[in-house]
């Protein structure tokens, strides 16, 4: 099993900056790489970015990988979610999941085995 604990969230006005942490516990060798997602009110879970473990190789959704960066820190076994210029659209829960192994489409939410509680993050304009 393993354990993912966000937090960073909170309320920040438009244009500002938020990072996020996820830290791991529990069996944290069988994780293969951890994802961020987020969901709005009234809208479905959309994968945010992603990073694989072993070798930090990312991904990000299109539309946000100019404002975002994820990256890790092994020794802690902690991923983050470095948000800038964030945008009212930005609004949501903001989750991390973690995959142990590749399976794809590896944006979906059912390719990951656990997940965090999540965190808010609120964007006012």
């Known amino acids: 099993q393993v354990q993912l604990v966000e937090s960073g969230g909170g309320l920040v006005q438009a244009g500002g900056s938020l990072r996020l942490t996820c830290a791991a516990s529990?069996?944290?060798?069988?994780?293969?790489?951890v994802s961020w997602f987020r969901q709005a009110p009234g809208k479905e879970r959309e994968f945010v970015a992603r990073?694989?473990?072993?070798?930090?190789?990312?991904y990000y959704n299109h539309s946000l990988k100019d404002r975002f960066t994820i990256s890790r820190d092994n020794t802690k076994k902690t991923a983050y979610l470095q948000m800038n210029i964030l945008k009212p659209d930005d609004t949501a829960v903001y989750f991390c999941?973690?995959?142990?192994?590749?399976?794809?489409?590896?944006?979906?939410?059912?390719?990951?085995?656990?997940w965090g509680q999540g965190t808010q993050v609120t964007v006012s304009a």
């Open positions: 999941a973690a995959a142990t192994q590749f399976r794809e489409p590896f944006t979906e939410v059912t390719n990951h085995d656990y």
């Open positions: 990073i694989r473990w072993s070798d930090i190789m990312t």
């Open positions: 529990g069996r944290t060798d069988s994780v293969y790489a």
